[in-house]
Structures are given as structure tokens and as C-alpha cells.
């Protein structure tokens, strides 16, 4: 599936638990954790297009990412697939979730199966603090080994 791909690659996520610290309401933060959601890929805001050919348009719809206090991650990224013949359009949840801790401003993220064992999958994520983001670089293999770079914003 894409979004595994994805996050082998860098990773995205979905919205969890977790409290922030703040040095002061609406400043910056002084811990990754809290609730974030994509707000520009490339520079350019949502529905973002992935690949696209001739009879398939993939799109990211929405993305979400939560870091909790207790080291977890997870993550929601929706899709949009739409298939020219026939007009179809489907709409393409795709989760997963972890681990994480913080080195520096870099996030090193570990997915995790149910039962807590690692996948093998891991990826790393920027963070500021000063503007309350994530952000990291995805290489789409389907696209000809583009890079995206995904903005998240802490919400």
C-alpha cells in the first residue's frame, strides 16, 4: 500500500491523545507531542496530487498526526483515487502507528504491529517548535522518485 511505502520513506500520522507545553499559550512549544494536521505538501495545500496518469488521478486528501506523552505515534492519511474510465472515485484511508523519540529537533519514528513488535519500518521527521510543525521529505516511487515534502502544523 502507498502509506506504507510512505512511511518507510519518511512517514505521516493521525490524531491521538496527548498534551502540549508551551512556553505560553499560542507560542512555541517545548514538546513535539500534541495534534497535528498537513497543511501544505510541496509548498501547496490540500487535495495534493501524488501521480497522476493518463487514467488515474491520486490525490492526498487529509492527513493527521498525533505524539503522545507516552512516546506513541499514529497516523491517518486519506487518499482519493480516481479512475477516468468510468468515473470512479474511491476514497483510500490509510493508518499506521508507533513509536517515537525526540533527538535534537529530529523525530525518529518506529511502526509497531498490535501486538508492540517493530515492523521494520522507521523514518525520520523535522520538528520546530517555533512554528509548531513537522515536516519531512517522502520519495514517490510511483512518480518517478519525486520528493514531497509534507508540512505538518500542530492544530
Known amino acids: 500500500m502507498l502509506g506504507r511505502?510512505?512511511?518507510?520513506?519518511?512517514?505521516?500520522?493521525?490524531a491521538a491523545c496527548g498534551s502540549d507545553s508551551t512556553t505560553n499559550p499560542g507560542g512555541p512549544s517545548t514538546s513535539?507531542?500534541?495534534?497535528?494536521?498537513i497543511s501544505t505538501v510541496n509548498g501547496k495545500g490540500l487535495p495534493f496530487t501524488v501521480f497522476t496518469t493518463p487514467f488515474v488521478l491520486y490525490e492526498v486528501t487529509a492527513g493527521t498526526i498525533g505524539?503522545?506523552?507516552?512516546?506513541?505515534?499514529?497516523?491517518m492519511t486519506t487518499y482519493?483515487?480516481?479512475?477516468?474510465?468510468?468515473n470512479i472515485v474511491e476514497m483510500i484511508p490509510d493508518s499506521s502507528?508507533?513509536?517515537w523519540v525526540l533527538s535534537g529537533t529530529t523525530i525518529n519514528l518506529t511502526e509497531r504491529d498490535s501486538t508492540g513488535a517493530a515492523d521494520g519500518a522507521s523514518g525520520q521527521i523535522t520538528?520546530?517548535?517555533t512554528t509548531n510543525q513537522l515536516t519531512f521529505a517522502i520519495v514517490n516511487d510511483s512518480a518517478k522518485n519525486t520528493i514531497n515534502t509534507f508540512v505538518y502544523t500542530k492544530k
Open 5 to 14: 511505502a510512505i512511511l518507510c520513506a519518511a512517514v505521516t500520522w493521525i
Open 32 to 37: 513535539p507531542v500534541g495534534n497535528y494536521a
Open 67 to 75: 505524539l503522545t506523552t507516552d512516546g506513541k505515534y499514529s497516523l
Open 80 to 86: 482519493r483515487q480516481t479512475i477516468s474510465a468510468g
Open 97 to 99: 502507528g508507533g513509536t
Open 127 to 129: 520538528w520546530s517548535g
